[in-house]
């Protein structure tokens, strides 16, 4: 019954695309192979001809789909708790400065927004102006500090990991677990690697449109590890 209805779905799908912009393949021929992770469909597809004709051409799409959950697997790995334990003097230390609950608490949180949207939210607009701006002299200031400031905002995202960490450990909470971790995990990965992408502009130019697209990226990311980190802090 699902095949059925998966053929039904494609064909009307492609019943329309034959009107229009050709991608799907038709239910006339249709094979349907499903393996883990992809969906292959082969069969003929649509096409409009010079005249206004459809023309019909054997072809195949294969849909793939990636889940997040390997990720969250590896965020409960036994890391943790040698990260706990290496913690651990630096959290007992903490604890007997009886600083306010609130500025344990609320601490990381409030840093890591300003840097997130001070620094970031200005270096990526200031990377907008590099691409858009047509004044020689504001991209040549823009190319001066857009480094900068996303380099600086790099630095402040992992040092400031500590005091996340520090912050969870003191309440007794798990470090590794939450959808929060799992996206700063990922989050700086990506920063990573968007560091070493300027010095492949010069061989290959295109690299500048990838860097930009995934500095978009990763500052949406990291807008979702804000709302997760909003959300972890009022759970407890």
């Not at 494609?10 to 499903?34: D, M, N, V, W």
């Not at 004044?135 to 992992?158: N, Q, R, S, T």
């Not at 798990?174 to 700063?184: D, G, K, Q």
Request: with cysteine; aromatic share 8%; hydrophobic share 45%.
């Amino acid at each position: 019954m699902a095949m059925s209805g998966s053929i039904l779905h494609l064909h009307a799908i492609s019943y329309g695309l034959c009107h229009g912009s050709p991608s799907f393949p038709t239910s006339s021929a249709a094979k349907i192979q499903r393996r883990r992770g992809s969906l292959r469909v082969m069969g003929d597809q649509c096409r409009e001809g010079p005249n206004g004709r459809r023309e019909y051409t054997h072809g195949e799409t294969l849909l793939c789909s990636v889940a997040p959950f390997p990720l969250l697997l590896a965020a409960t790995l036994p890391g943790a708790e040698a990260v706990r334990s290496a913690f651990e003097p630096f959290v007992e230390l903490v604890k007997t400065w009886n600083l306010p609950d609130w500025l344990v608490h609320w601490g990381h949180p409030g840093n890591m927004a300003v840097v997130l949207f001070a620094m970031g939210g200005y270096g990526s607009y200031l990377g907008l102006r590099i691409r858009l701006s047509n004044d020689a002299e504001e991209k040549a200031k823009a190319k001066d500090l857009h480094p900068k400031l996303l380099g600086g905002m790099f630095l402040f995202f992992a040092l400031g990991a500590t005091g996340g960490m520090t912050a969870l450990l003191t309440s007794d909470k798990s470090i590794f677990e939450s959808p929060h971790a799992v996206t700063a995990f990922i989050g700086l990965a990506l920063l990573t690697i968007q560091s070493l992408l300027p010095t492949l502009f010069e061989e290959n130019p295109g690299m500048r449109t990838v860097h930009g697209l995934l500095g978009s990226s990763i500052m949406t990311i990291f807008v979702l590890h804000a709302a997760l980190g909003l959300q972890l802090g009022l759970s407890f």
